[in-house]
């Protein structure tokens, strides 16, 4: 029995498949009859990298794809500024990129940037695989490298290596837990079927963001044009105006005054003797406390305040 589809998966035109089966895994609940699950190790080569940024004078100058280039990108492509390094004849050998590969995040200061993929989208002859990353290359006879790249995209294939890593401050993941990683492995044709499908319609939900953001930001800019013309204009179009003698504001209505802040209010410093994330004795009182950084965030201030 198939699971109902909705109006959202009808339109973006996904098909029930004939018959499903219960995969074992609790995460991935049901998947379609034909598919398997595979640990990575058995559909794909995997190597961590250890080729740093720092430059060697008996080393051989490479392009350098690092960890913020994986991080910041789906893929990987010749346009991409990477950073100018140098590296061993073996390093090149191991950890050059081809296309086809996936690159993940291994190492983050936080736990939710583990697993962030990227896929290697055409050759790159002389860039290779830098620290904290490691490189997937898969198995051609059973694995589709941009299908994988969005497999390790998917949320609840990612979340077993975000529970695997280990670290407090800062998060690492071993090639064991990365190598013994369970996916859902398609037929290839379905794959690659799968993996046009969805480099087309997140195209078109990029796209759609642009767009959205770019409204955001017009937005944002005539709400910043409505505070400041009320504020130094005033609501009255027709008032009579006058030379404010300050150039950055202008003209002002006739009859409104400039004074300098501090004679229209009292400025008080700060201070608090005692900062009260270090002493506990501070904590859980009636006063609130505010501090700058709740302010930077655009708070109200005291509905996020601390109290002490």
């Known amino acids: 029995m198939t699971a109902a589809l909705t109006p959202e998966m ?58 913020v280039d994986v991080y910041h990108r789906d ?28 690159l993940i995040t291994k190492d983050s200061e936080e736990w939710n940037d583990i697993a962030v993929p990227a896929y290697v989208h055409e050759q790159l002859d002389g860039v290779v695989c830098g620290y904290h990353l490691a490189q997937v290359r898969p198995f051609p006879e059973h694995t589709h490298g941009e299908y994988l790249f969005r497999a390790f995209a998917a949320h609840a294939v990612r ?22 990683a369970l996916f859902p492995v398609p037929p290839i044709e379905e794959q690659e ?14 796209e759609l963001v642009a767009k959205k953001e770019r409204l ?16 130094t204009k005033g609501l009255n179009p027709t008032a009579p105006m006058k030379d404010s003698g300050v150039e950055w504001l202008g003209e002002m209505p006739e ?3 400039l004074k300098k802040v501090k004679y229209l209010t009292r ?21 609130p406390f505010v501090q700058t950084g709740v302010l930077a965030r655009g708070s109200s201030g005291i509905d996020s305040a601390v109290f002490v």
Request: glycine share 4%; with cysteine; aromatic share 10%.
């Open 193 to 206: 079927a799968i993996a046009r499908f969805l480099r087309r319609e997140t195209a078109r939900i990029d």
């Open 159 to 180: 979340d077993q290596f975000r529970i695997a890593a280990n670290g407090i401050t800062r998060f690492g993941l071993s090639r064991y837990a990365i190598a013994t």
């Open 10 to 67: 009808k339109r973006l035109r996904f098909h029930p498949y004939a018959a499903n089966r219960e995969s074992a895994v609790r995460w991935l609940g049901p998947i379609p009859k034909h598919w398997r699950i595979r640990r990575l190790k058995h559909v794909a080569s995997l190597r961590t990298s250890n080729v740093n940024k720092k430059s060697e004078a008996n080393e051989q100058p490479v392009r350098l794809c690092n960890y």
């Open 75 to 102: 893929y990987i492509t010749a346009d991409i500024p990477f950073m100018e390094a140098t590296a061993s004849p073996e390093e090149i050998r191991r950890f050059h990129l081809q296309q086809g590969d996936v």
């Open 255 to 257: 009859h409104w005054r």
């Open 216 to 231: 955001i930001e017009l937005l944002r800019e005539k709400r910043a044009a409505l505070i400041g013309h009320a504020v």
């Open 267 to 287: 400025i008080l410093r700060g201070k608090f003797t005692h900062r009260p994330r270090n002493d506990p004795r501070m904590y859980d009182g009636p006063y």
